[in-house]
């Protein structure tokens, strides 16, 4: 069959990351990763473990030096960002960032390796983060059962990770008594949009997102307003049923996506859920900066933010 004659038109361009084609095609940009093993800085230790051999699912499990070895430690599972279509839990960027999370708030974290789109469209990364929070919860691992507290589970996302974390909680709304408890969310900059561009949004952001949507989700309903990527959206589901006790919603003031995070804390701050929520706005920085700048003083105040929060400070 013959390709179409402009198959190779780029329709979305984020040149340190990814670049999607017309014709489906994806050009991955090769991050640096990270092996498993003890961080020289904070002493952290990290081992990975397959889930699933079928799907490939697995996590990367980080361990923070123990300064009470017999005191059980918080269980935080991360779902890292990338649109759906990049990055994994060896990217030296999330091992980094997950590292200095699990010392920082002395955690043992859990970093869901899930399938990406296009070869594996969503709902698969859903699925995988699903299973994944399930078994973490269920301490099979011996890292885990030793010294992890499974009474204690927090679920948290940056970008795509974040819109994760939000389709967890649905799910474990809609899951009744056969579910993991989570005591706390957190949503860094979470991934939402949506067909009609909200006031105050900028011109470019709704289609941007749409676009990126559409390539991890073609089988989505109503395309963007779609309420998996559309929490506010006509067809989303109430958000009073949210399945966590605690939520913290982070955005920064010059990402594209601050407006929907913005209407995302709104929406569930004036619903009928029965939790708290948090809000956190980093002035004058752009879409998880704290990734690419983790030494500069806006990355390391939400660092102390979040680590507040699993406090419950």
């Not at 935080?76 to 839990?89: C, K, N, P, Q, T």
């Not at 959206?233 to 955005?251: F, N, S």
Request: hydrophobic share 45%; aromatic share 8%; proline share 6%.
């Amino acid at each position: 069959m013959a390709m179409e004659p402009d198959a190779d038109e780029v329709v979305f361009d984020a040149p340190e990351y990814f670049r999607i084609y017309k014709s489906g095609r994806i050009d991955r940009v090769h991050r640096p990763r990270l092996p498993a093993g003890v961080d020289d800085a904070g002493g952290v230790a990290s081992r990975d473990v397959v889930l699933d051999a079928g799907t490939g699912l697995s996590v990367r499990i980080f361990l923070p030096k123990l300064r009470e070895p017999r005191r059980k430690l918080l269980v935080l599972v991360f779902f890292h960002g990338g649109g759906f279509v990049v990055e994994s839990a060896e990217s030296a960027t999330y091992h980094n960032y997950l590292s200095s999370l699990a010392a920082a708030a002395g955690v043992v974290a859990v970093s869901v390796d899930y399938r990406l789109a296009p070869e594996h469209p969503l709902p698969a990364a859903y699925d995988d983060c699903w299973a994944a929070l399930r078994w973490a919860a269920s301490a099979q691992d011996a890292w885990l059962a030793e010294h992890g507290d499974a009474a204690r589970v927090f679920v948290a996302g940056d970008s795509a990770g974040g819109n994760i974390v939000h389709n967890v909680l649905v799910r474990a709304a809609a899951s009744g008594g056969d579910r993991p408890r989570i005591e706390g969310a957190i949503l860094l900059h979470p991934f939402f949009c949506g067909n009609t561009a909200m006031e105050g949004e900028p011109e470019h952001a709704a289609a941007r997102t749409a676009k990126v949507w559409a390539f991890a989700c073609p089988d989505a309903v109503d395309g963007a307003d779609d309420p998996r990527i559309n929490p506010t959206g006509p067809r989303a589901p109430a958000l009073e049923g949210l399945g966590c006790e605690r939520m913290l919603v982070c955005a920064a003031e010059k990402d594209w996506l601050a407006t929907r995070n913005r209407a995302y804390y709104d929406a569930v701050a004036a619903s009928a859920w029965r939790g708290s929520t948090a809000w956190v706005e980093t002035e004058g920085e752009g879409h998880v900066f704290f990734l690419d700048k983790p030494e500069c003083d806006g990355a390391k105040e939400l660092m102390d933010r979040v680590v507040a929060f699993i406090a419950g400070e």
